[in-house]
């Protein structure tokens, strides 16, 4: 079981132990230096000495977040470019009348932003269907053997439906989990990634959605970020918890969660709570369909309402850095409407760089 929050690949190479790694080298060295001595070491007054070139040096990662050195932040795709301040918190939010209808019309002036139950100055505000980065997570355990064609028919054309400069990944979950194709558009090559069915073992879901919510953070390069997830069950092989996963879940910068359970009576009820609490704690939806056929209808919903979200940016009175859980709420009122419902994340963590096990 390799550990939670790291996606790998289905055919990774085998890693070698570092101490042998080391061990191996220095055998490699000293045979070398047998074979080849060093010649003697002239001194500086020898008129044939040479000043030894420059030890060459390797560039080493950056560990500072990308944009830090300024107040500004931009993330490009093609021609698409989004500007966030880094002290700016950012919230996709989708708009509802009483009647259940997405609302799309709406002004700056219409949304109050409150965290921690105080009100916040909004410092952003557009109405676009920007790109995202998307995972989609597909159970693979092997009661979802009958169920995948289905699933991955509604997952492509969840793709179909979506911007045309999303970038989307692909994870296949059972008791383990494997990133079967990075960040990708390339239907052909989604497609490919989804036809790797091995239904079998049990299901470890929230284990997937932490290691791909890990790597929307590590490698996405799209403000936006969303986790589509299918699955036909409870959670039974996770290392993870579900508090846990929340959490990592709502790390600052988090993705939104849509969830599709295509749950049998069995245990429905603990893991149709599961699905609920991962999607509306990051403002997405949970779906529970009584059969497989209902998917694709629902994958174009799902579209629907990424399409259609307005995106609120503001500055907290309390600083980001000072870290701890804030609580959201947004309201909007507008005239002509009665009532209007904002769905978006409940709350998130603050300057929160979380382990993969919940520490």
């Given amino acids: ?177 494997y990133l079967d194709q990075d960040f990708t558009n390339d239907i052909g090559k989604l497609k490919l990634a989804l036809e790797k069915v091995e239904a079998r073992g049990g299901t470890a879901l929230y284990d997937a959605l932490v290691a791909s919510a890990d790597h929307l953070k590590k490698s996405g390069k799209l403000q936006k970020k969303v986790l589509f997830v299918i699955t036909d069950g409870e959670d039974n092989a996770s290392q993870e918890n579900l508090e846990q996963a929340v959490r990592h879940l709502q790390a600052e910068d988090g993705p939104t969660v849509y969830a599709i359970g295509i749950l049998g009576e069995e245990r429905a009820r603990r893991a149709r709570r599961a699905l609920q609490t991962l999607a509306e704690s990051t403002g997405g939806i949970a779906f529970l369909p009584k059969t497989a056929d209902e998917v694709d209808q629902i994958s174009k919903t799902v579209a629907h309402d990424i399409r259609n979200q307005y995106t609120i940016g503001y500055k907290p009175t309390i600083p980001k850095n000072a870290g701890g859980y804030r609580a959201i709420r947004v309201d909007a009122r507008a005239p002509g409407y009665h009532k209007l419902s904002v769905r978006t994340r409940s709350g998130y963590y603050a300057a929160q760089e979380q382990a993969a096990g919940g520490n």
Avoid at 16 to 28: C, D, E, Q, S
Avoid at 69 to 92: A, C, I, P
Avoid at 142 to 164: C, F, H, I, Q
């Fill in 1 to 177: 079981m390799p550990r939670p929050g790291t996606t790998h690949l289905r055919n990774d190479p085998v890693l070698i132990p570092v101490g042998v790694l080391f061990l191996l080298i220095f055998l490699l060295n000293l045979a070398v230096f047998a074979q080849n001595p060093a010649p003697s070491n002239p001194t500086p007054n020898d008129p044939g000495a040479t000043n030894p070139p420059a030890p060459a040096t390797k560039n080493r990662p950056s560990s500072s977040p990308q944009g830090s050195s300024s107040d500004d932040e931009e993330r490009e795709t093609g021609t698409f470019v989004f500007h966030t301040g880094v002290n700016e918190v950012v919230l996709h939010a989708t708009v509802i009348d009483d009647k259940k209808r997405i609302i799309t019309n709406l002004e700056r002036n219409a949304f109050t932003v409150f965290e921690d139950g105080k009100p916040q100055t909004i410092t952003s505000f557009r109405h676009e269907d920007i790109p995202v980065a998307m995972g989609i997570v597909i159970d693979n355990s092997g009661s979802m053997r009958e169920k995948r064609d289905r699933v991955n028919k509604a997952a492509l054309n969840l793709v179909r439906s979506s911007n045309p400069q999303d970038q989307v990944f692909v994870v296949n979950f059972n008791d383990e989990y």
